[in-house]
């Protein structure tokens, strides 16, 4: 069937029946008023399922994949696939993963090193790096994502990026994304300031973390919708990478293969990173026509992550004097 026909009928869709055009009182923009405008027949989509849509270009064809890869309902796939528009691009996964391979082969070839740059006694220097005796330079509770302790952990966290944060950029949009991203990336320096307080921190992961669990779990919430394919095998292979990315930062932190000036750098952002990605990012993801603001799971989560900030804040500033913690001095 041709892209966009419609046809008369009298079913769920509505009364009224489909029309030749959509209806343009009504935007585009996430709103509960998409699904009253469905069952009142105000918006008219093809009946046809997008998998039967034929003589497509090769972006559209990556359009329709990215629906069936995040969307678990067939009728948000179909008003997704025919509104989505080019611009704004999905920028922001982009640009985050090139400054980090930018910065990542700026450093190596400074230092000459490209794996367990850590090691080197000039990386921790950097401005970028979190260290627990630079705390009062709060840039660094997220510049550290820009930096990465080897060529192994850039390209875990730079291929996770590409692949599930661009397609969910695609679908929720640059602010929601960038700001489920960013919320890991705070939320592992701080966890990290409070669980591990002598150990650095560097390495995205805190944000990549936020993301893929996000997305597991809203594949596991939508488990029948979901039309991925060999969504368990790729499901599998997910949580065994990203639980052999975990056992290699704990094996770095307490078994480093060589001997090392200080601590290092700690493993509690994945963690933390995955915390936000359950909570906040599920309820990010769940749905995708209705504003969050409409949401009230939405405030509670937002309110426990505001008290989290608020309670790492007062103890960056008060716990490590009371509780005299020995940190390793600054570089």
Same mark, same amino acid.
């Given at each position: 069937?041709?892209?966009?026909?419609?046809?008369?009928?009298?079913?769920?869709?509505?009364?009224?029946?489909?029309?030749?055009?959509?209806?343009?009182?009504?935007?585009?923009?996430?709103?509960?008023?998409?699904?009253?405008?469905? @069952?009142?027949?105000?918006?008219?989509?093809?009946?046809?399922?997008?998998?039967?849509?034929?003589?497509?270009?090769?972006?559209?064809?990556?359009?329709?994949?990215?629906?069936?890869?995040?969307?678990?309902?067939?009728?948000?796939?179909?008003?997704?696939?025919?509104?989505?528009?080019?611009?704004?691009?999905?920028?922001?996964?982009?640009?985050?993963?090139?400054?980090?391979?930018?910065?990542?082969?700026?450093?190596?070839?400074?230092?000459?090193?490209?794996?367990?740059?850590?090691?080197?006694?000039?990386?921790?220097?950097?401005?970028?790096?979190?260290?627990?005796?630079?705390?009062?330079?709060?840039?660094?509770?997220?510049?550290?994502?820009?930096?990465?302790?080897?060529?192994?952990?850039?390209?875990?966290? @730079?291929?996770?990026?590409?692949?599930?944060?661009?397609?969910?950029?695609?679908?929720?949009?640059?602010?929601?994304?960038?700001?489920?991203?960013?919320?890991?990336?705070?939320?592992?320096?701080? *966890?990290?300031?409070? *669980?591990?307080?002598?150990?650095?921190?560097?390495?995205?992961?805190?944000?990549?973390?936020?993301?893929?669990?996000?997305?597991?779990?809203?594949?596991?919430?939508?488990?029948?919708?979901?039309?991925?394919?060999?969504?368990?095998?790729?499901?599998?292979? @997910?949580?065994?990478?990203?639980?052999?990315?975990?056992?290699?930062?704990?094996?770095?932190?307490?078994?480093?293969?060589?001997?090392?000036?200080?601590?290092?750098?700690?493993?509690?952002?994945?963690?933390?990173?995955?915390?936000?990605?359950?909570?906040?990012?599920?309820?990010?993801?769940?749905?995708?026509?209705?504003?969050?603001?409409?949401?009230?799971?939405?405030?509670?989560?937002?309110?426990?992550?505001? *008290?989290?900030?608020?309670?790492?804040?007062?103890?960056?500033?008060?716990?490590?004097?009371?509780?005299?913690?020995?940190?390793?001095?600054?570089?």
């Amino acid at each position: 069937m041709r892209a966009g026909a419609v046809h008369p009928s009298e079913d769920s869709y509505g009364d009224l029946g489909y029309k030749q055009k959509l209806s343009p009182q009504i935007s585009s923009k996430r709103s509960s008023s998409f699904k009253r405008a469905i @069952a009142n027949g105000q918006r008219a989509l093809p009946r046809d399922g997008l998998l039967d849509e034929t003589g497509l270009g090769f972006y559209k064809r990556f359009v329709r994949y990215v629906a069936y890869e995040i969307l678990p309902c067939e009728m948000d796939r179909r008003w997704y696939f025919y509104q989505h528009r080019t611009c704004p691009p999905p920028v922001f996964m982009a640009a985050v993963t090139l400054t980090q391979i930018i910065v990542f082969l700026c450093y190596g070839a400074r230092l000459n090193k490209w794996v367990l740059q850590t090691y080197h006694p000039e990386y921790m220097k950097s401005p970028l790096v979190y260290h627990p005796g630079h705390r009062a330079r709060a840039w660094r509770f997220l510049t550290y994502m820009f930096m990465h302790v080897g060529l192994e952990q850039l390209g875990f966290n @730079a291929l996770l990026q590409l692949m599930i944060g661009v397609p969910l950029e695609m679908v929720h949009g640059i602010l929601r994304i960038s700001f489920l991203y960013l919320a890991g990336v705070l939320a592992g320096s701080l *966890t990290v300031s409070i *669980t591990d307080m002598r150990a650095p921190l560097v390495g995205g992961s805190g944000g990549v973390y936020a993301l893929c669990s996000a997305h597991l779990a809203n594949v596991v919430m939508n488990w029948a919708g979901m039309r991925c394919p060999y969504k368990l095998l790729r499901m599998v292979l @997910a949580l065994v990478c990203m639980s052999s990315e975990v056992g290699r930062a704990v094996w770095l932190r307490f078994s480093p293969p060589l001997p090392a000036s200080g601590p290092q750098p700690s493993f509690m952002a994945h963690l933390a990173g995955a915390i936000v990605g359950i909570s906040m990012g599920l309820t990010i993801l769940r749905s995708y026509e209705e504003s969050l603001r409409d949401q009230c799971g939405w405030w509670v989560v937002l309110l426990s992550y505001g *008290t989290f900030l608020l309670f790492a804040v007062f103890w960056n500033i008060f716990a490590y004097d009371l509780l005299g913690a020995q940190i390793p001095p600054p570089p």
